[in-house]
């Protein structure tokens, strides 16, 4: 009798732990990316080297959500970003610099949550871009990345809302708190974004605004020193774009445009392992235009490309570039694919203020153009 009253506890606490473990779950999930770059110009000499994630930034992470009943759920994210080269830490040695956040979702509503997180360029009109893809990754950035849609900048202290999908529509909106007793605006950011898909087309815009990013006075605000693309009082980053797919293809077109008011520099985490660029004049404009494509040749074999021309305004020059990106990807799996991938770029017009070439994520060339070649593997798991 004892025995058949364990047994069949036993069973109902299996299965109580079983519809536990259906109700809440844990994923590790990560990307690795590497390979051999080939740079013509890096500081004034051309190099050949081993790189940690020149496409793809490398990750890996954590991602759970808890069933609360009634379409509620508690969701968190803790995702690390490092050097595969030397195992370092990156985004400025934070053990969860890419994202760490926490919050509540709803089935009906969206979701709310607070941290470290993306803001809402990032999360709409990123995506449209070649860079925003795996098409294209950091080579195909816009100069400097100064509109972030390579996601140089993360948003401390956000509180985030991101609404459920309507028929294809769907919206968010991010703010950063700058945490300062007495400084409400010192190192905040806020952020609006929307995106509309309707069978092939895909249409997007976002607005983010930094207030003292790259702020000294306040290294806990929304983006610190270190952890932003430029030191300025105020930077303004708006854009729209769209895309349509037919058949195998996709082509694209997006527009962004970033103004900087107390500026004073570009700083070195923009532009791979560059020392940055000072910036005397105080104001400065980016205003790119991007279009791109990709073809889908067999299920496994892609090529894609895009062009981006920036017609900028910073101490007291008007630098034109001009930027050409190719990549063909083949996938060994639905978890691992080979690339090659090579961007050009070309800047004039900028007179002697100093200005080069500058890919994002190599070393600033020493002259008007640089070339970038890099062939790697990457996996997802």
């Known amino acids: 009798m004892n ?24 994923t590790l999930y990560g990307l690795i990316d590497t390979g051999l770059t080939y740079t013509s110009n890096s500081g004034g000499s051309s190099n050949f080297q081993q790189a940690s994630g020149i496409l793809n930034g490398n990750r890996w992470g954590l ?19 490092f ?19 926490v919050g509540l979702s ?17 999360d709409y009109l990123a995506p449209l871009a070649l860079n925003g893809t795996q098409y294209g990754g950091t080579l195909a950035s816009h100069p400097y ?3 972030n849609l390579n996601n140089s900048v993360r948003i401390n202290n956000a509180v985030k809302f991101q609404s459920v999908d309507y028929a294809g ?34 249409v997007a815009a976002g607005y983010l605004q930094l207030n003292g990013g790259g702020s000294s006075t306040n290294t806990s605000g929304a983006v610190a020193t270190g952890d932003s693309t430029f030191t300025a009082a105020r930077q303004r980053t708006y854009g729209a774009g769209l895309s349509y797919a037919f058949g195998p293809a996709n082509v694209g077109l997006v527009v962004t445009q970033t103004q900087l008011n107390g500026a004073s520099a570009i700083s070195s985490s923009a532009s791979g392992t560059s020392s940055g660029l000072a910036l005397t004049g105080g104001s400065a404009r980016f205003t790119n235009y991007e279009v791109n494509g990709r073809y889908a040749l067999t299920p496994a074999l892609s090529v894609s490309g895009a062009y981006t021309f920036t017609d900028a305004r910073l101490d007291g020059v008007s630098p034109k570039y001009h930027q050409v990106t190719v990549q063909t990807d083949y996938a060994l799996s639905k978890r691992t694919d080979v690339y090659a991938e090579a961007a050009y770029q070309h800047v004039g017009s900028t007179g002697n203020s100093g200005i ?5 994520g190599v070393s600033a060339s020493s002259t008007s153009s640089q070339v970038v070649g890099t062939v790697g593997i990457r996996h997802r798991f």
Request: no cysteine; charged share 15%; hydrophobic share 40%.
């Open 63 to 81: 991602r759970g959500a808890e069933d609360l009943g009634n379409g509620l759920k508690a969701i968190f994210v803790l995702e690390n970003g």
């Open 145 to 147: 990345d100064n509109d």
């Open 356 to 360: 080069t070439a500058d890919i994002v």
């Open 106 to 122: 709803s089935n009906q509503y969206g979701a709310v949550t607070l941290g470290r997180q993306y803001d809402s360029v990032v």
């Open 3 to 26: 025995k058949y009253v364990l047994s069949s506890l036993s069973l109902a606490l299996a299965g109580a732990a079983g519809v536990a473990h259906a109700q809440s779950s844990v």
């Open 169 to 202: 529509f769907k919206f968010g909106a991010l703010y950063g708190f700058s945490n300062a007793a007495g400084s409400f605006a010192d190192s905040r950011a806020y952020s609006v974004g929307a995106s509309y898909v309707f069978g092939g087309l895909k």
């Open 83 to 101: 050097n595969l080269s030397t195992g370092k830490l990156g985004q400025n040695s934070r053990e969860f610099g890419r994202q760490a956040f």
